[in-house]
């Protein structure tokens, strides 16, 4: 798995660097944001640790214009309290955030979380009300009656647990644990937030919503007709 270290500081940059490698991982690293979204493009990352404060172009531009050609996992860091809400990152596109000075441990966690995938092919068709949706977990892959729609790395893991439970409630406890890989505290508003960017692609935006609905004090489940 490769990863790509969009970092200025080059004393953190380096460090993280030396603990990625140690865990396996292949790295490269971008210290200028002006290089960055066309590095993303030449290396196709599996996954991106982009730090907001860049000279050049900072985070927040990078990571809305990746998002027009890149579906990997982008885990944002940041050093301040003020500088970055969870809304904020969603709506950018960020798959997750780490407050600096990141801890090793938790770093590994989150990168393991968002880079475990299904080892073999696999694809599933799930049918819902007159659409056909086709989840292809070996190219991170989802069609809606034929069409490609693109889905956050996180979108995509959220459709794959309500794909495989549909019919049935989905806890934003479960959401959460499927998307960290571990317990963590979160805000329900980043699952919601989730939750609103796929009813916007499957283009199920008003209520009563028709493909995933929400279930009052209990959470959401993608429907079974």
């Known amino acids: 798995m490769h990863i790509l270290i969009i970092e200025d500081d080059k004393e953190i940059a380096r460090l993280t660097e030396m603990y990625l490698q140690s865990e396996g991982y292949q790295t490269t690293i971008v210290d200028h944001g002006s290089e960055a979204v066309s590095t993303i493009k030449a290396l196709t990352p599996d996954l991106v640790l982009l730090d907001l404060m860049l000279p050049g172009v900072d985070g927040f531009d ?3 214009e990746a998002r027009a050609f890149y579906s990997g996992p982008i885990i944002v860091l940041t050093a301040r309290e003020d500088e970055i809400s969870e809304v904020s990152l969603l709506k950018l596109g960020a798959d997750d955030y780490l407050r600096k000075p990141a801890k090793p441990h938790i770093m590994s966690a989150r990168i393991e979380a968002l880079l475990r995938r299904t080892n073999t092919n696999s694809e599933k068709t799930v049918h819902i009300l007159s ?8 190219t991170l892959s989802v069609t809606l009656n034929d069409e490609t729609i693109d ?5 995509f893991d959220l459709l794959t647990l309500l794909a495989s439970k549909k019919g049935q409630v989905v806890s934003r406890e479960d959401c959460i644990k499927a998307l960290r890989g571990i317990s963590y ?4 508003r980043s699952i919601d937030m989730r939750i609103s960017g796929l009813r916007k692609k499957f283009n199920d935006e008003k ?12 959470g959401y489940m993608l429907v079974n007709e």
């Open 185 to 188: 505290d979160i805000s329900d």
């Open 131 to 138: 659409n056909t949706v086709a989840i292809n977990s070996d």
């Open 207 to 218: 209520p009563p919503y028709k493909i995933i609905k929400t279930i009052r004090n209990k």
């Open 151 to 155: 889905l956050t790395t996180s979108e």
């Open 62 to 64: 990078i990571c809305k």
